[in-house]
Every structure is written in C-alpha cells, then in structure tokens.
C-alpha cells in the first residue's frame, strides 16, 4: 500500500485539549528526572563560582548524586505544578492549534508561515495562563543551597505555594516572575516543535515513503526536540534563570541577564546544558508525539 498521509475528519475544541493535555501529562511523569537534571545543570553556577567547584557532571551523574543525597523522589521534585503545566500548557497550545489550522484549512491549504504565526500565538497564549505553574516548578526543582534537603521537603502543597507566592511576592513578581523570558524561550520552543513535527512527519511519509505509523511518530518526534533544542537553548536558559528568587541573576530582566551572562561567561553560555536540554526535550517529544498520535487515533475517523 502507498505511503499517505491520513485525513482526519476534525475533532471538537474539548477533545483536542484533552488529547494533547493528557498526552504532555504522561510524558511529563516519563521525563521529569531529565528536566530536574537539566535545571540542576543550568543553576549550579548560582552556588559554585569557579569550575573546580560544580557539582553536578552531566544528566546522568547529576541523576546519581540528588539519588544518593536527597533520594529517588528528588528527581520528581515539581511533579505536581509540571502536571498543572503540561495540562493548561499543551493543552491549550495544540489544542487551539489544531482547531485554528483546521479553521483556515476549510479556506485554503496553510502555508508553512501561516502555521509557525499559529504555532507561536497558541502558545503564547497557553504560557501566559500557564506561567505560575512554570515558576513553581522551576522552584522546586531547583537546589537552593540556603534550604536544608529536609525543609525542601517539608513546603506546603502546589495550590499552597501559589498562594503563598502571590500574597508575598504579588502575582507580578511572583508568579508572573521572569514572563518574558518564558513568553520567549516557551514560543519558539513550542512553536519550532509543532512545526518541525509535521514537517517531518509529512517528509517520512511523502518523500521517503514510510507509513503513518509509530516508527514515524518517534523519528518525527526526535526531530522536532532537536530542533526545538537548537533554537531555543539561549531563551531556555534564560527563562530558568529569570525565574530563579535567589542567586545571581535574581531580580534582573531578561535583557539584563542575556547582557551580563555574554559578558561574564560568553557567547556560549546561553547553550548551557545544550545535550541534557536535548535530553529533555528530546524525550519529551517522543514520548508526547507518540501518546498524542495514539490517543488521536482512538478518536479518528478517517474521511
């Protein structure tokens, strides 16, 4: 049978959100370790001035070390604000997505332009109702050397927080804490992993003759985080530290941080952590890719 693309009859706006919603959630639970590792990666320099002195080695011994100090649940620190992320989050960024391509399709056939302007006002959108969710999660799984392990442990519950956050920080500063680096470093990663998927996809199929099928979800997928990851390390690192209440960079814009890390620590320090980035969201869009496609397909009706 000739590769081809499947035409799906379109799905309601609530079943889209939900799809994608419960797709991001479950990737999320697979690849939480891999971010806290990233973020650990990314905010060492907040606690260790000189090399000498880092602590964490890589993903995979900065995985080994929080184990061997904090515990296994250590690495599922920001659990539950990640799962009200990915919720509102993926959710509403291909959901809406999905629904507003498929209003233009009924016009005429989108153009590649088109389709990144969508991809970038969606989640735009989703990450400014999303944000609080992203700043408590950067707090929990960031290592504070001021904090003892047990007294991380011992903060109050995720809706708590919020709370807490906004009545002393307000909910500009607070949980509105570095938007615009996350507005930024969250568009073009988000807008670069929906675009770069199905062009992939639509590559894999039409011009290399795969089928539609899972080994093209997963190809795809990895194509989409490494592209993702190439554009978007500069304003990711960024975003993570703009967020950050204690350390260095605390308190600064995001056109002050970028200023004084080129400064500082050059060019190239706006990639750091680049490969356990890609870890991340490599996995995590293989991982998102393929329940989406999976999910998707319970629901579709070929037309």
């Not at 602590?55 to 250590?74: F, Q």
């Not at 970038?120 to 700043?135: F, G, Y």
């Amino acid at each position: 049978r000739p590769a081809a693309m499947s035409v799906d009859a379109p799905l309601p706006l609530y079943l889209s959100f939900g799809i994608s919603a419960t797709a991001a959630c479950l990737s999320e639970i697979l690849t939480l370790p891999l971010d806290t590792a990233k973020v650990r990666l990314q905010l060492q320099s907040l606690a260790c001035e000189h090399k000498g002195q880092l602590k964490y080695n890589g993903p995979l011994h900065t995985i080994r070390t929080m184990i061997a100090e904090e515990g296994v649940l250590s690495l599922f620190n920001g659990l539950t604000p990640g799962l009200h992320r990915q919720f509102l989050f993926t959710g509403l960024r291909l959901g809406l997505y999905d629904k507003l391509k498929e209003t233009l399709n009924a016009h005429e056939s989108t153009t590649l332009g088109q389709r990144i302007g969508l991809a970038v006002l969606t989640s735009a959108l989703a990450i400014t109702v999303a944000n609080p969710s992203d700043v408590l999660k950067v707090r929990y799984q960031a290592h504070n050397p001021t904090v003892p392990v047990k007294r991380r442990k011992a903060r109050a519950g995720a809706f708590r927080q919020y709370v807490k956050i906004s009545q002393s920080e307000g909910v500009v500063n607070g949980l509105y804490k570095g938007f615009a680096a996350n507005l930024l470093r969250n568009s073009i990663i988000s807008a670069s992993e929906i675009t770069s998927y199905e062009i992939a996809k639509k590559n894999f199929i039409e011009h290399l003759k795969f089928e539609d099928g899972i080994p093209v979800h997963l190809a795809s997928g990895c194509t989409a985080g490494f592209v993702a990851t190439v554009l978007g390390s500069p304003a990711d690192v960024l975003g993570t530290k703009a967020m950050q209440k204690h350390g260095h960079y605390s308190g600064l814009t995001a056109s002050q941080i970028a200023y004084k890390m080129a400064k500082n620590e050059g060019v190239l320090s706006f990639y750091k952590g680049f490969w356990p980035n890609f870890c991340r969201i490599g996995s995590f869009n293989i991982a998102m890719w393929f329940f989406y496609e999976q999910i998707k397909s319970k629901f579709r009706i070929d037309s």
